[in-house]
């Protein structure tokens, strides 16, 4: 069945640097994956798409990158700041109806 | 812009109770998805519906009922329920139509059971 893997330990880094979150998935070849941003008891907010023919997708300070041959993504935060502290989860969709499975989650903490 | 609204924010249940989750997905948006999400879990899929018909069904318990009316909104109906049923409920909603749509998540009904 298919697996997602995200860094399961809490990412602790200090403001303006770069955070890089990872995404590992097995048994399946998406067409595209998600990344999702969630903060304690809110739902999960969209923030990036990338499709298996894109390598890079860049949204402000956010930039997505997708090895479908590695099978993983990487999430980048370039120029953190504190109110980037939340949990990002990925996200694929298996069966092309939009049921999305998540990855467990990794926390991210910048801290001033 | 109009979001995702759930309804009951909280829900406070005893063991064997019945509980209805309530969610009116985004105007125009076709398809509505459940999630579960225990404590430090990610979210489950439980369900979802397309067009008002049940088009994927996940890890969701024979004791959970769900459905989507002609106004689009769902009710997730939960009976018997049990300690373990306790976590955030989700809904979403989506537009199919729309490539590779990405989910507009509600901020969640939090169930406990005690």
């Known amino acids: 069945s298919q697996k997602i893997e995200q860094n399961s330990e809490a990412l602790n880094i200090q403001e303006g640097k770069t955070a890089t979150l990872t995404c590992n998935y097995t048994?399946?070849?998406?067409?595209?994956l998600q990344w999702y941003r969630q903060d304690p008891g809110r739902g999960p907010v969209f923030l990036l798409l990338i499709r298996e023919n894109e390598k890079e997708k860049r949204k402000e300070r956010l930039k997505v990158t997708f090895d479908t041959t590695l099978k993983q993504s990487l999430f980048h935060i370039t120029a953190s700041q504190p109110a980037d502290s939340a949990t990002y989860l990925c996200a694929l969709d298996m069966s092309n109806t939009g049921k999305l499975i998540f990855g467990q989650g990794t926390t991210l903490q910048v801290k001033p | 812009a109009a979001g995702v609204i759930q309804s009951p924010r909280h829900l406070i249940k005893e063991k064997r109770e019945t509980a209805t989750l309530k969610c009116y997905p985004i105007?125009?948006?076709?398809?509505v998805y459940w999630y579960q999400q225990g404590p430090g879990q990610d979210p489950q899929f439980l369900i979802s519906?397309?067009?008002?018909?049940?088009?994927d069904k996940g890890s969701i318990p024979d004791r959970f009922s769900a459905q989507q009316f002609s106004d689009y909104h769902s009710e997730l109906n939960m009976s018997s329920l049990e300690l373990g049923d306790s976590a955030l409920y989700f809904c979403a909603s989506s537009l199919r139509t729309e490539r590779n749509s990405p989910l507009h998540f509600g901020n969640g009904t939090r169930l406990t059971v005690t």
């Open positions: 519906f397309y067009e008002k018909m049940q088009s």
């Open positions: 048994n399946y070849s998406p067409a595209y």
């Open positions: 105007p125009r948006h076709d398809t």
